[in-house]
């Protein structure tokens, strides 16, 4: 068993993480120091670990990605002997070494390369046009133009201050990220994993579309803890996608579905995905007021899928699948349910650590010890020395999912901040909206789409909050709401054509066409898109507000999402006609949107329609029965 451990890719993960267990254990380094051994720990496991090209099997290339992670760790070994005298320097005025030039070129060279390997070209394209803009500022056209960025200063910026590549997003990924990361991969590696996916085929057994309904409640579970909706999809699809097939659900229906709940996960309190807690960071807000803000939605969010299930379970006459096992067979599967739930104290000691005012780290930390104590309570669950090792292998290597582009987001960030061009940015949406609030909103869409194409949902949200934030908040809009509406749309860009990622990955699993599904997945997430428009200007749904005009604006959007699902799926109560879903459209706008008078309009057309519906239905059963 040893053996296995000793090899490059376990030690460099297993010592990575035992160091972040370190920290929140004993306590954190100065900023600069844990930042960059960070980055450099997780440099080293992306090219020991991930390799791209036609000639990735050569000895030549191995032997390249052996020296380029001896380097990576060289890089933060630098700055743990430099530590004394980088803390004393004076940034911005201090002399820089030869040295230091020479870390701080190799660590960005390094940084884009492991970017072209776990995130892809996009966003390498990205960082490499910031930092080509960065020094030809001021041959840029108009309010593009800059003075122009030194060498020096950047080097300062990029690897010697807390403003590049060791700025908040890479903060973020070392203090509350990794964390939970870990816990989800220990909580997987106990069992806990498999648990939501069993409890929720359970809950939805006898239900119309079982295996859909239990496809969002599974993967919305898996996906609040995983916060990664490509890793949820992968994780989870190739349970759910194919019973939904088997179900009745079409297989880009089904990819669809899996696509939408797995990404829904990462806007799902408690935990969320990496992107929140930069989102509290960013704001200046304790993380748990962003769980809080974010629970209205995502419930509307995960509602509005279960009743399209529903809807397409009742257009196609699916029916609950039936009860073919027998007692003992049920009382097996009972025992086997029960015989892990003791697995769920964890999440719920997480939940109570977290909005009991601890710190992240710290509720992450003693989380991950309670799921290990928990697993010694049944022998089925028991954890043994190799399944904690493989666990901290497990979460380690997901952790450069989110590292790496919290790195590359920095080098974009810093170069952003010290050109002007966020400023800049966000006085061009406010000119070429003519301060008109909706088509402010509207062309923020717009750029958090085109930002997120490509882009894990952490670098999407980090440009969105860099660069149109401010220009939502400078129009008066809450700075909770419109953060959250950034990052709902980086979410939403997971299953946005034409790089729509997470449902890709669902379609591979369907074999099914991955443009199909895409375009699928983009119309079925219409109510997905409607959310954030909602509580922008309607910030009642992140709570902010008094709670009377809270759940009034809770219950006519959840009433408006409903009519919006009739009018996608085509069915409410009976078929319905091209004409009623256009009026099912206007209805759930009419109640989506803010207005006392659309709201009127909205529910009593609402009203009409559910009554003539009903009329339909209650017509076809009769004249069903006459036939007979």
Known sequence: MARKYLRWVPLVAI????????????????????????????????FLLV??????????????????????????????????????RIQFVSELTAMDYAVCISITLL??????RTVGKAMT??????????????????PLAHTGISLKRMVEIMYFSLEGILGVPIGVSVDYVFYFVLFAAFLDRSGGGKLFIDLAFKMTKRSKGGPAKAAILGSGGMGTISGSAIGNVVSTGVFTIPLMKRAGYTPTFAASIEALAST????????????????????????????????????LY??????????????KNLQASPDNTSDKAAEQTKEKLLGRLHLLLPLAILIILIFSGKTLQLSAFWSIVTIV?????????????????DALVDGAKQA???AIPCAVAGIVVGVIIHSGLGLKFSSMIVNYSFGIPLLSVLLVCLGCIILGMGMPTTSAYIMGAVLLAPSLQSLGFEPIASHLFILYLACLSMVTPPVALAAYSAASIAQCDANRTGYLAFFLCIPGFLIPLSFVFNPALVLVGDPLEIIWMTIKTLLGLIAMSGAIIGFLLVKVEMLQRVLLAATGLAMIVRGQITDIIGILLFIVLLAFLWKEKKKGERIAVESL
């Open 15 to 46: 010592i990575w993480a035992l160091f972040q267990l370190y920290l929140a254990a004993v306590g954190p380094l100065t900023a600069q120091l844990q930042r960059s051994i960070h980055v450099a720990f997780a440099l080293a496991l992306t």
């Open 51 to 88: 390799r791209r090209g036609e000639n990735a099997k050569n000895g030549l290339v191995r032997q390249l990605d052996y020296l380029f992670a001896l380097v990576s760790i060289a890089s933060g070994l630098y700055i743990y002997f430099e530590a004394d005298r980088l803390v004393s």
């Open 111 to 116: 940084i884009l390369e492991a970017s072209r």
């Open 125 to 142: 394209i990205l960082a490499v046009f910031f930092l080509f803009y960065a020094f030809a500022g001021a041959y840029f056209p108009g």
């Open 264 to 299: 829904g996960g990462q806007i799902l309190p408690p935990i969320m995905g990496a992107a929140a807690f930069i989102m509290a960071d960013t704001v200046g807000i304790p993380y748990v007021d962003v769980a809080l803000a974010a629970l209205i939605p995502a419930v």
């Open 302 to 315: 995960f509602v509005s899928l279960y009743v399209m299930v529903h809807l397409e379970a009742g257009k």
């Open 373 to 389: 104590a928990v697993s010694f309570l049944r022998k089925a669950t028991r954890m043994s020395v190799t399944d904690i090792l």
């Open 400 to 402: 450069i999912q989110v």
